[in-house]
């Protein structure tokens, strides 16, 4: 797929009073995840700016936002150059951000939500009839029928979304980024923002609206601008784009990722999982199985109940209704601990947080999910622990000793130890959720290499990415959830990015 | 630790250098500084006193160390898993109490070891109450022992209505005084003996390294399959029975049991532990650590008492010796 011709040199840059982004670069660590990102924004306008998870939309807003600072690249903004050290530098610019997990506390009023950080005061005490008053001055303007006293808490999440709005009204901002507005809002609650933003248009404010609901995009953006792999890779004049299109400039096409070969899965299904509903309702009715040998991968946004469902599924979380079996036997949900006698077993989403212990020795982080095999009896020497982590990190390749912390492995090593930790039982069903989140382009094949040869020990294998290529490279099938919902199953014939991408976001 | 000491040494040392090294490290692991720390305190004290570095107040010392050594044991396991216990000097307070009105003639007289029992009983149920104060209705633990301080407090009041028991028999109070092959009363044995077998149980069972997965991180040791909520009951269950056995062995020290024992020893058995290394986040810490956390204090306070320095300034000494060893030990982690 060629996409240069849709980036068209835009005649008016850097000669509007809008915003002027030019070249923006910014690495975290080793990692590189914006490259030469430049787009505009003109007064008055709506820019959309798509892309996949980790495509660099929200690393830009943030750099705009001022909550990071570029390596390098300019910003232009009311024709001066613009380089905001801090959230507040920002706002003080009149640039807003109103992130996708709204940023308010909810045992204050809504008026001290709005003018939190900067209260009015007379005579030194908290004036709270003007900001009340004029808290709900701003409210109104958003037709927006709440009292400024009542407490956050008791609001809707559409209502608190709207007092983030009045909050970076009151502040006078020029520029509103959205990240994701209208991801927990219904219908007819996206009509009403989707008309807010209208009003305020016409007043001259310009929005950054970022979205992953296709469908709603051409109702509310002017122009498009699409993202990948931390490249801006399309520009669109108009928001009047088949969304086909746009999600093939999304998706782009695979240059150098090396998948390792897939062997066909046996007959014998391993896990079954039936009608399955969380507690929370993150996800309902989930119905899908898994062979011997086989890897299913789960695609999904952000946010889609992917996460909750193998946690689900392994006794993380408690679920409403729904079974589990493996091997034909029902797994009762109730802990980890049952999960894994059962043979089924996680590697958590963040490596960090529930991974590993990060102060832990490498062998001692192993032994953790080991002492059947480490302390059979109940004692655990260290001996022991030292010859069983050498075992496995001769075996996955760890670049590290086994007294050595495991906060002071690079990821794609601590990534190895977390499945190396749950390797020796062996599972019969084996889950990996973001195996690869924030591991550099080399290490990721060698985490590929380990799921494919779990699969082809005759373990079942779930897969749970962001990263379309990578769900598409590693799976013989790929199953799509959106909003919870399970969306569709497909086969590695069919799977391709257009279409998984066109099921995430119905 | 004994990963810097592996890498300091050369690649053909031998594996008696080895277990040597390990045994070393077992005992007092993460607690290289506070060891230093407690030398350097008994040298200064043996030079400027004269009656420091004898036998006999060497014994004392280790008499007096008893109840906080045996209530310490209880809370690194506490700290360990990243929680806290404020109730133990309350729980003291309350098993004595309970063992002097079940075991004492003028009350229940159902005989002493069986007021023992009662004592101890009560103490783990205690502890118990404030472990599923935190994992079933979710309390915070400094929370959660709070209350549990103020209960059980009040409920040792209760049961003499506020008075003091007094005189036990002549086998009871012994344990504390006589000293077997002329230097170790059974107390002080007994408070040895915990140490040591809890230094093991942390260091070789798998339960005990799992309560290190827990402090370090409850989510991963969650995921790994170790019962988090049925451990984090035990320990302040075991934390609990222990602040009990401490206060059968205050009231062998005194032959007297009273409702006001204890109060603020929950303050000085945490300022052991982390003066032993452990962090109050949990997941860091020794039981050999806390052995010199222990005796640093005792040693401390000896000294302090033997060089005539008031007991108001002893405080201030004490509350500039835990900043210290707390700061050293945040700088320490910042430079690695």
């Known amino acids: 797929m060629t996409v240069p011709h849709t980036i068209r040199q835009d005649q008016t840059e850097g000669s509007h009073k809008g915003l002027s982004v030019a070249g923006l670069c910014k690495s975290f660590g080793p990692i590189r995840v914006l490259t030469d990102a430049s787009f505009d924004i003109r007064p008055g306008e709506v820019v959309a700016l798509l892309g996949e998870n980790g495509a660099g939309k929200s690393t830009v807003s943030n750099i705009i936002a001022g909550a990071f600072r570029p390596d390098s690249g300019t910003i232009s903004w009311q024709g001066e150059t613009y380089a905001p050290a801090s959230p507040a530098a920002a706002i003080e610019a009149g640039i807003g951000m109103i992130h996708q997990e709204l940023k308010l506390l909810p045992d204050l009023s809504v008026a001290e939500n709005v003018y939190v950080g900067r209260m009015l005061t007379r005579n030194g005490i908290v004036d709270r009839a003007a900001m009340n008053q004029n808290a709900s001055v701003q409210l109104r303007r958003l037709g927006l029928d709440v009292s400024p006293d009542q407490k956050v808490r008791t609001l809707r999440v559409a209502a608190q979304q709207q007092v983030e709005i009045a909050k970076a009204l009151t502040l006078n901002a020029r520029l509103l980024i959205f990240d994701e507005p209208t991801a927990a809002l219904g219908s007819a609650e996206t009509a009403l923002l989707f008309e807010q933003i209208r009003k305020l248009k016409a007043e001259g404010m310009s929005f950054l609206y970022i979205s992953h609901r296709l469908e709603e995009i051409a109702g509310i953006a002017d122009r498009i601008v699409v993202m990948r792999d931390g490249r801006v890779v399309a520009r669109h004049q108009t928001a009047d784009i088949p969304i086909r299109r746009i999600v093939e400039d999304m998706v782009g096409r695979s240059v150098d990722r090396m998948f390792p070969p897939l062997h066909p899965p046996a007959e014998r299904t391993v896990l079954d999982v039936r009608d399955l509903t969380s507690q929370d309702d993150s996800f309902q009715d989930v119905s899908f199985s898994v062979r011997a040998g086989e890897i299913l991968g789960i695609a999904g946004l952000i946010g889609a109940g992917r996460t909750e469902l193998v946690r689900a599924i392994t006794g993380a979380d408690a679920v409403s209704a729904g079974t589990v079996s493996v091997d034909g036997e029902v797994v009762r949900l109730d802990g980890p601990a049952a999960a894994i006698r059962a043979g089924m077993v996680l590697v958590p989403e963040d490596r960090k947080l529930q991974g590993v212990i990060l102060d832990q020795t490498i062998g001692e982080n192993l032994a953790l999910g080991n002492q059947d095999h480490v302390a059979s009896s109940g004692w655990i020497w260290p001996g022991a622990i030292k010859d069983f982590a050498e075992k496995s990190i001769a075996r996955l390749g760890i670049k590290g000793r086994h007294d050595q912390p495991a906060g002071k492995l690079s990821g794609g090593n601590q990534q190895k130890v977390v499945i190396a930790k749950w390797i020796a039982r062996p599972p019969k069903v084996f889950i990996l959720d973001e195996p690869t989140r924030g591991i550099d382009v080399g290490a990721r094949a060698a985490i590929y290499e380990v799921i494919a040869d779990l699969a082809r020990s005759g373990m079942a294998v779930i897969v749970v990415s962001s990263d379309l290529e990578e769900v598409l490279g590693l799976s013989h099938r790929v199953m799509v959830i959106s909003r919870g919902r399970q969306r569709g199953i497909l086969d590695r014939a069919e799977a391709n990015g257009v279409a998984v991408m066109e099921l995430a976001t119905s | ?336």
């Not at chain 2, 014994?59 to 906080?68: E, H, K």
């Not at chain 2, 949990?282 to 222990?294: D, K, L, M, P, Q």
Request: net charge positive.
């Open chain 2, 1 to 336: 630790m004994s990963s810097h000491m592996s890498e300091a040494k050369p690649a053909t040392a031998t594996s008696v250098g080895d277990m040597r090294r390990s045994a070393a490290a077992f005992l007092f692991a993460g607690s290289r500084g506070p060891l230093i720390g407690l030398v350097l305190l008994c040298l200064v004290l043996s030079v400027s006193t004269d009656t420091f570095l004898t036998v006999r107040n060497i014994l004392n010392v280790m008499d007096q160390i008893t109840v906080i050594g045996i209530m310490a044991i209880g809370m690194t396991l506490v700290i360990l898993i990243g929680g806290i216990d404020l109730s133990v000097g309350s729980i003291l307070a309350i098993a004595m109490m309970v063992m002097g009105y079940v075991g004492h003639p003028d009350y229940m007289n159902l005989s002493l070891p069986v007021g023992i029992l009662a004592g101890l009983a009560v103490a783990a149920l205690c502890g118990l109450g404030s472990g599923l104060m935190i994992t079933a209705m979710g309390l915070p633990p400094f929370i959660a022992t709070l209350a549990m301080m103020s209960v059980a407090r009040g409920l040792a009041n209760i049961i003499t209505d506020g008075s003091q028991i007094v005189g036990f028999p002549d086998w009871f109070t012994s344990l504390s005084i006589v000293r077997h092959f002329g230097f170790v009363s059974l107390t002080v044995a007994l408070m040895i003996l915990l140490t040591v077998a809890t230094g093991i149980f942390l260091k070789y069972r798998a339960t005990g390294r799992n309560l290190y997965a827990i402090g370090g991180s409850p989510e991963v040791a969650r995921l790994s399959g170790i019962p988090v909520r049925r451990l984090t009951n035990w320990v302040y269950a075991v934390c609990g029975l222990l602040a009990g056995l401490a206060g059968v062995v205050l009231a062998a020290r005194l032959d007297s049991v009273q409702p006001s024992s204890g109060l603020g020893y929950e303050l000085d058995t945490i300022a052991a532990v982390v003066i032993g290394g452990a962090s109050l986040s949990g997941g860091v810490g020794s039981i050999g650590g806390t052995a010199v956390g222990v005796l640093i204090i005792g040693v401390l306070r000896n000294g302090l008492n033997l060089l005539g320095v008031s007991p108001f300034i002893q405080q201030i000494i004490i509350g500039v010796v835990i900043a210290l060893a707390v700061a050293t030990d945040a700088w320490k982690r910042r430079a690695k």
